[in-house]
C-alpha cells in the first residue's frame, strides 16, 4: 500500500470515528488497516484464523489461473509464504502447478 493511500485510509477511518462517538467496530478496523499495511503481492494475512485467538501469523501464498486464485498451504511466518510463492510461479510456468500445490499442502502437513 503506498504512503499516500495509507494516509488516506488512516484519515477516512479518523473521520468516520470522530463523527459518532466511540465505534464498537474500532479494533476490527485498526486491524484490517494493520494488516493491509503488510500486504505483499501474491501472498495474503489470515489473522482471524490465527490459533485460539493469539496473533500467531497465518500468511498463505497465492497465484491466479484464469482468474481464479489456487493457494498455497498455510504458514506461520510471510518467509515461508513468499517462498511457497516463487514456487508457484515456477510451476505456473513450467505447466506443473497442480503437482507443486500438492506437494506444497503435503508438505506442510507432515505428509
Same mark, same amino acid.
Given at each position: 500500500?503506498?504512503?499516500?493511500?495509507?494516509?488516506q485510509?488512516?484519515?477516512a !477511518?479518523?473521520?468516520?470515528?470522530?463523527?459518532?462517538?466511540?465505534?464498537?467496530?474500532?479494533?476490527?478496523?485498526?486491524?484490517? !488497516?494493520?494488516?493491509?499495511?503488510?500486504?505483499?503481492?501474491?501472498?495474503?494475512?489470515?489473522?482471524?484464523?490465527?490459533?485460539?485467538?493469539?496473533?500467531?501469523?497465518?500468511?498463505?501464498?497465492?497465484?491466479?489461473?484464469?482468474?481464479?486464485?489456487?493457494?498455497?498451504?498455510?504458514?506461520?511466518d510471510?518467509?515461508?509464504?513468499?517462498?511457497?510463492?516463487?514456487?508457484? !510461479?515456477?510451476?505456473?510456468?513450467?505447466?506443473?502447478?497442480?503437482?507443486? !500445490?500438492?506437494?506444497?499442502?503435503?508438505?506442510?502437513?507432515?505428509?
Amino acid at each position: 500500500m503506498s504512503a499516500e493511500t495509507r494516509a488516506q485510509v488512516t484519515a477516512a !477511518l479518523q473521520l468516520a470515528g470522530d463523527a459518532g462517538g466511540a465505534d464498537p467496530r474500532a479494533d476490527v478496523q485498526a486491524a484490517l !488497516l494493520a494488516s493491509m499495511q503488510r500486504l505483499i503481492k501474491g501472498v495474503t494475512e489470515f489473522p482471524a484464523i490465527a490459533s485460539r485467538g493469539r496473533y500467531e501469523g497465518c500468511f498463505a501464498a497465492y497465484v491466479h489461473v484464469q482468474g481464479r486464485p489456487r493457494w498455497g498451504p498455510v504458514r506461520r511466518d510471510i518467509a515461508a509464504a513468499k517462498a511457497d510463492r516463487r514456487t508457484l !510461479l515456477e510451476s505456473k510456468r513450467a505447466d506443473r502447478l497442480d503437482a507443486a !500445490l500438492a506437494a506444497l499442502h503435503a508438505a506442510a502437513q507432515g505428509l
